[in-house]
């Protein structure tokens, strides 16, 4: 609860909207990530700058912890509520404040929606690289909070890479400008330790995207493999070839099936492993490229191959992957989606270690990997109401977590750690090297308001958890429990 | 040869005595740290190899005291390359120099720059102990970005050990054109190409504007039409010594960055980055072009070296902050001051 001095100090703000009616509240409980909620003891919703301002202080003042929110899509509880802090919604700041077709850069407000940006520009023939699946609704704030990727990262990277300035919001209320007009700010780069902070440095107020020019030719290519051994392989011959494609993506049988049934995107049901190979470049290259391409696929065993290249076609190929997570929810009462990267040799090593505890759980799991960029998505069904199911999908969780470090990759490629893994935290670093972390968190929050236990352990919480860290991967104990 | 073992005592000496540390490779950037005179230099020469490279991965580990050609070797005999095109000091510049000086080429805003290539990183933390972050892999969010944040912190935070690089197939053509012409008609093209399919750099030197293609043999006509009228092909010289900064000037070396469409002013020794970056040579810092861009030192004439400065504003302040979280002794040098004193 937050006391009433508080909210009434907060209740004088113009220009924000504040949500005391529990049933209106309860909206704010969880994230993506709705294993965890936690009734939020007071929503805000500024509307304007100063508005934010005056809320931050009056929470500074009293020592009141500060969550933000964007559209709450997050998959890791990095917006989940705090039983004694203000959720603070920032999905009124929607404009679109700038667009500068020269420089080729559109600035524009925190809770201004990815899609909505490259929408905006679409007519200046530009658009906005990074493309989560949830970008109709996730916000450019969230994004830069996550650093969030998407089917396009291989090639045009990351928020981080699509992101040229940032007006931030300290805890304090203090505002600052990171990233300079040009390309290159003298001093530490604070623009880039800004993305995928998860709200807990200061809050993303304004943000200055780069843009790129639509390309002028497009093409998608759908290969069919019989296990999903060959369909890697295929990725790293497409990738030995010197190619480098605008998206390259790859589905398991589960999932080819699930996305099948959900939208009827044409995908070859006998295959065990699907690749979509996205690419693009000017109208002279487009066909060569992709006639070099199919060459190397089915020299890799393709079984089926199947080329797209006109929009609607692209379009009904890539939905059943972009609706891979809801199609997938389609066949069980809950899936639990994994987040971990790994270095891509070791896919087959992997994929059999997460089919063995499959087994083990007696839970099937759906496998949708960023295959280029060695980012892999499984799928863990589960039923929640069922609680033996739901602590053998967190377990199971777990252990991919366990199994990707093993194989020297990390426990989040693009989701965060928010509160969902931050025990594993503990397995990837040292005492030491979060020590670190806490060290650059009280330089930007030296009451630690932002975000409290999120994204960060304490030292006391690993302790606690009891995985001490071995060094480069070797796990102690891969099957404790998470929570 | 591993030498973590080495330099840590180094820098557990250093510490003991009280000692402020500054970390260099092959000294080739020197020119960067003006006032670190003082400092024990603690040098990762030794401290090279290349540790695991999977082509088809993009993705080379490598130990800092690598000296930049032969990372470029390795990758090019594997058809891969560094697209942020560090600048080539000399054969003695190694990869932690680069790192730590963050100096991208002409490829910056098309490809991106070091940070933009740079996956995880080992290093000896101002405590003195060993810490790894980010890793090998593509993407990575668990835990801040202190990778990234040590790109271009010109050893103030730690002493790198070990890189991890996102690297990339070598295009199929790569050709530079040139266009002789003065300095505000050179503007006025950078702005109009700045949508060329293929446009890996644009830069303004010696009254020459040099624009340079990057990507298969079938769209290079397409990309030569679009040029227009009077570029002609040209040898990468140009470019390079754009890159590389050898231009000749006997005044100091002041760097602007800023927006692309900021007015052409000064005695303008080069372009780059589209018009993002400006280098001009003059004894006292050259008029600051106001909100438009900022000015910083670079690198020093003969003459004595101007009165330079911290940042002072809210984003410098925060930055020591985070240095003096880092480095609550000061074992390490400071980042240097390179603001012009008003
Ligand atoms: C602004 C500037 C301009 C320069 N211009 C030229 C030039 O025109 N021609 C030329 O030949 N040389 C030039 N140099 C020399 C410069 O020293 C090299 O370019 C250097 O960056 C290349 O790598 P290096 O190994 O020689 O690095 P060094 O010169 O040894 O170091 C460069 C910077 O990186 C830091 N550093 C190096 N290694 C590490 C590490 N392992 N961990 C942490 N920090 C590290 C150093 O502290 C220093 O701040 C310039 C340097 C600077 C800074
Ligand atoms: C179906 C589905 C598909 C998805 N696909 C992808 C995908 O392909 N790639 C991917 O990377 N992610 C994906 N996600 C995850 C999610 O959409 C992203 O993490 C997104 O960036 C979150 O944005 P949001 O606005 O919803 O943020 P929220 O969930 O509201 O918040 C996320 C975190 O950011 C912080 N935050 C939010 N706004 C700000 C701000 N303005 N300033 C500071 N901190 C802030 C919050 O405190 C929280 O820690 C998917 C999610 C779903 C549900």
Redesign the interface.
Known sequence: MLSEVITSSLRQIDDLELIEDPSRRKVYESDGLTAIAQMPPLVGLPNSLQALQEALRICHNHGVPMVARGAGTGLSGGATPLADGLLIGLAKFNRILEIDP???TARVEPGVTNLAISKAVASA?LFYAPDPSSQIACTIGGNVA??S?GVH??KY??T??NVCALKIM?ADG?????G???????????L??L???EGL?GLVIEVTVALR?V??AVTVLMAGFKDTNAAANAV??V??A???PAGLEMMDRLAIQAAEDFVHAGYPLEADALLLCELD?????IA??SEAVQAVLQAAGADSLVEASDAAARARLWLGRKAAFPAVGRIAPDYYCMDG?????HLAEVLAAITDRSVHYGLPVANVF?A????LHPLILYDANDSDQFQRAEAFGADVLAICLQF??????????GLE?IDQ?CN???A???A??H??????DPSGLLNPGK??PTLNRCAEFGAMHVHQGAQKHPELPRF | MDQSDALQRVVHAAISQRQVVRPGGGGTKEFLLPAAADAVLVSTAEHEGILHYHPDELVIRVRSGTRLIDLQATLSEAGQYLPCEPPSFGAAGTVGGMVAAGLAGPSRPYVGGVRDYVLGMKLILPSGEIAAFGGDVMKNVAGYDITRLNVGARGSLGLILEVALKVLPIPEVVQVYGLTCDPSLAQRHMLAQRRLTGLSASAYCDGELLVRYQGSKRAKTAFEQALGQGFVPVSNAGLAAVRDLSFAHTEHLWRWDGAVDAPVTGRLVAMDWGGALRWFASDVAPHNAGDKGVITWFRPSEGVLPALTLRADGVGRLQQRVKTALDANGSFIGYPALRPSS
């Open positions: 020269v420089k080729m023939g996550e650093n990727g990262c291989l990277g990351l981080l890479h300290l203090e505002v600052l400008s990171l300079g007009t040009g390309l290159w700010e003298d001093g530490l780069d604070l880039a330790l993305h995928g902070s440095l020019p390309p002028e790293s011959a990738i030995q010197g190619v480098l470049g000017s109208d002279a290259e060569g490229l990267t790994i270095p891509r040799r960023h280029g960029d060695g980012n020297g990759g990390t426990i989040t490629g693009e989701h965060g750690v893994k935290m990837q670093f040292t030491l090297e979060l670190v972390f060290a650059v968190k009280s330089a930007f994204a960060i």
